[in-house]
């Protein structure tokens, strides 16, 4: 079933920003990835032109993929995780991702954006979105991309468990530290997340240490910079790198 007749590059800001840009070509087939990429790719329906999209991010899509499905019904949209398309990649290595895997939509990071997107400043359809997300994409006071949905992290436990044991329930990343090696004297794994993929490492880490990264005034401007390529990584990060280094 041929996919459609155009390409657009779909680039996501890591609060959720995306971006258009179009390139040439045509899908003809859907070909699985290696056994350790994700993929969620639904059956063919006929009649339908496939729109392959490749997500680097690791969010719940469902609901932008039910949305297109709604608001194209001649068009099925379908989606697959591709790790490699969300590293700092120049314009030509997001355009040979769409190429090589014949993808009509890349989902990347929102630094290609400027090179890679289409201006739509203009349009009127972005009125429908608040000034502060719409700030927080643009460019040089232009905007080339639309606000995605997101996902929180955040730690859940077992209620029960620590009733029956009674452990009280940490107030602090350090408490929830300590605690670690009496829950693990139990036989109970303390901790249990997904590190497949650095950047959910990376989410991990940011929600333990959120107060110290974003509390202040100071860390969210510092935050806004980062953003926008003004500051520097790995200073802002300090809290993370320091908490992953700590022993539990």
């Not at 990071?109 to 890679?116: Q, T």
């Not at 289409?118 to 997300?133: H, K, R, V, W």
């Not at 959120?210 to 980062?226: F, I, K, R, T, V």
């Amino acid at each position: 079933m041929k996919s459609c007749h155009f390409r657009w590059a779909l680039l996501a800001l890591f609060a959720a920003a995306g971006t258009l840009a179009s390139c040439g070509g045509v899908s003809q087939n859907i070909t699985l990835k290696e056994d350790d990429k994700i993929t969620t790719f639904e059956a063919p329906v006929s009649g339908k032109q496939i729109v392959r999209i490749g997500f680097a991010m690791a969010m719940d899509w469902e609901p932008l993929i039910a949305a297109l499905n709604a608001r194209f019904p001649t068009k099925q949209f379908i989606y697959d995780f591709d790790v490699t398309s969300g590293v700092n990649l120049s314009a030509d290595g997001i355009n040979e991702i769409v190429k090589k895997s014949n993808y009509d939509f890349v989902v990347t990071n929102f630094w290609n954006a400027p090179s890679i997107g289409a201006d739509i400043s203009g349009e009127g359809f972005l009125n429908n979105y608040l000034p502060t997300t719409l700030s927080a994409i643009a460019d040089k006071g232009h905007i080339y991309g639309l606000p995605l949905p997101t996902s929180a992290s955040g730690i859940f436990y077992n209620k029960t468990l620590f009733q029956e044991k009674g452990w009280a329930m940490p107030s602090s990343t350090d408490d929830l530290i300590a605690l670690y090696p009496t829950i693990a004297a139990t036989g109970i794994r303390p901790f249990d997340a997904c590190f497949k993929y650095e950047s959910s490492l990376a989410r991990v880490l940011e929600g333990m240490v959120y107060d110290e990264l974003l509390s202040s005034p100071e860390g969210m401007e510092w935050y806004s910079n980062l953003l926008e390529g003004k500051a520097d990584f790995a200073s802002y990060a300090t809290p993370m790198f320091t908490l992953a280094k700590t022993p539990s």
